[in-house]
């Protein structure tokens, strides 16, 4: 399937929960080997080549840490998806 979005992490902001990780239908995200300034691991967008712009990631993480945003030439119907 072709890409459909971009996925953006405030990786200062995440506390490495990785639920985002595992609410990813098309496995895009994985945990970031560095550490943020807190000393998290975030999760960061590893494969952005198979984002479908579902939005899971954005609905699940609980700090509002990710922006999804379409692609040009897809819909944007769905409330998660901005640009
Ligand atoms: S759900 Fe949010 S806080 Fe948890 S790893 Fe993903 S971006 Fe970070
Ligand atoms: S928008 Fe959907 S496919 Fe893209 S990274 Fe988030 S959960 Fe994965």
Redesign the pocket.
């Known amino acids: 399937m072709a890409r459909k ?1 971009t ?1 953006v992490i405030d990786r200062e902001l995440c506390k490495g929960c990785l639920l ?1 990780v595992h ?4 496995n ?2 994985e945990a970031d080997p560095q550490p943020n300034a807190m000393g998290s691991y975030p999760s960061k ?1 590893a494969h952005l080549g ?9 609905e699940v993480c609980p700090d509002l840490c990710i922006t ?1 945003y379409a692609l040009e030439g897809v819909a944007k119907e769905l409330n998660h998806v901005q640009g």
């Open positions: 979005g996925v985002c609410f990813c239908p098309m895009v995200l967008a198979h984002c479908s712009a579902c939005g899971n990631c954005f999804v």
